[in-house]
């Protein structure tokens, strides 16, 4: 009954492959986020919807593409991937008037 | 614009010793706390709010809207506490800005 979920765990790929992260949550949260850690264990938000819109569009790299099917899936796909592009990417959801962020377990993508 | 700073990227202390990270924040409207935890490579969790007042793990931390911080207070530090701790603040949007980050160790 895992409250957030992100598939893959790990995500191991070539440069210019083009991939994709899920995100699904069950806590019938309105808001749903994605997040970048990088290597120096900074966070920093890149994405976030609510109720299927886009609320949220931080400086990302257009190949950077998030899509939400409904309020509880939120998935990133990017486009021709760069080494730099190599992080731990943190989906999150909370609710409109939220206590805090439910954070999934996190996917960790490393690009060759 | 909002900014969330914790000075220090590394904090080691011994089992049984206080601890303190701190986190000062700058925002113009009303501002919203919180501590979040990730120990090693699992996901965050929330630690504490400041609206709720309350010690979760022994772990406390004040809103001083004079000094802009939300400092985060164990008075005996424990082994398994040793983790990565993020202060963050919530503005606009339900955005939350997180601070750098503090990765406290706790030494037997």
């Known amino acids: 009954d895992t409250a957030v979920s992100q598939t893959p765990k790990y995500l191991v790929t070539q440069m210019g492959n083009d991939k994709s992260i899920k995100c699904e949550q069950n806590l019938g949260h309105d808001t749903m986020y994605w997040y970048k850690q990088d290597s120096k264990k900074f966070l920093k938000i890149m994405f976030s919807?609510?109720?299927?819109?886009?609320?949220i569009n931080e400086t990302v790299p257009n190949r950077f593409s998030p899509k939400s099917p409904d309020k509880a899936h939120l998935n990133l796909h990017i486009n021709s991937l760069e080494l730099g592009d190599s992080a731990v990417y943190f989906c999150?959801?909370?609710?409109?008037?939220?206590?805090?962020?439910?954070f999934g377990s996190g996917t960790r993508l490393t690009v060759v | 614009a909002q900014r969330v700073t914790q000075p220090e990227k590394l904090l080691s202390v011994f089992k049984g010793a206080p601890v303190e990270l701190k986190c000062n924040y700058s925002?113009?409207?009303?501002?919203?706390l919180f501590w979040y935890v990730q120990y090693s490579r699992q996901r965050l969790q929330l630690l504490l709010r400041h609206i709720s007042r309350e010690s979760i793990k022994g772990f406390t931390a004040d809103l001083n809207k004079g000094e802009t911080s939300f400092h985060l207070k164990k008075p005996f530090a424990q082994e398994e506490d040793s983790a990565m701790y993020y202060c963050?603040?919530?503005?606009?949007?339900?955005?939350?800005?997180f601070g750098e980050g503090t990765q406290l160790t706790v030494n037997p």
């Open positions: 925002y113009s409207g009303s501002p919203e």
């Open positions: 999150a959801s909370s609710r409109q008037l939220n206590y805090g962020y439910t």
């Open positions: 919807y609510n109720n299927k819109e886009l609320i």
């Open positions: 963050a603040l919530k503005t606009s949007g339900s955005r939350l800005t």
